[in-house]
């Protein structure tokens, strides 16, 4: 098993700028993808960024390329998403998630967290 909380959500206005993080503990960190996905009312889950088991590579949805970063620090077993140039539209619950498959499907994704609230002001 593998336990992942997130943290680091909150209000933000359009423009700005916001860092989650997602501490994982219990099978070792570095076996797993770590991926983050989203959320919004009434919308499907979707897709953000995900990260290979040494961060050597990443991958990003298309609506946040080059405004997200997704990154992990082994040692500390967590994995971050820098959020900059918010809108609206990034309102959401973001998840993060572990598996063994490389992949922007959630349904591959074996471990999940609880969420944390994003809500971009206009």
């Known amino acids: 098993q593998v336990q992942l909380v997130e943290s680091g959500g909150g209000l933000v206005q359009t423009g700005g700028s916001l860092g989650l993080s997602c501490a994982a503990s219990g099978r070792t960190f570095t076996n797993y993808i770590m991926a983050w996905f989203r959320q919004a009312p009434g919308k499907e889950r979707e897709f953000v960024a995900r990260?290979?088991?040494?961060?050597?590579?990443?991958y990003y949805a298309g609506s946040v390329k080059g405004r997200f970063t997704i990154s992990r620090d082994n040692a500390k077993n967590t994995v971050y998403l820098q959020m900059s140039s918010l809108t609206p539209e990034d309102t959401a619950l973001y998840f993060c998630?572990?598996?063994?498959?490389?992949?922007?499907?959630?349904?591959?994704?074996?471990?999940w967290g609880q969420g944390t609230q994003v809500t971009v002001s206009s």
């Open positions: 998630a572990a598996g063994v498959t490389i992949s922007s499907t959630g349904g591959d994704y074996v471990y």
């Open positions: 990260i290979n088991q040494y961060g050597r590579g990443t």
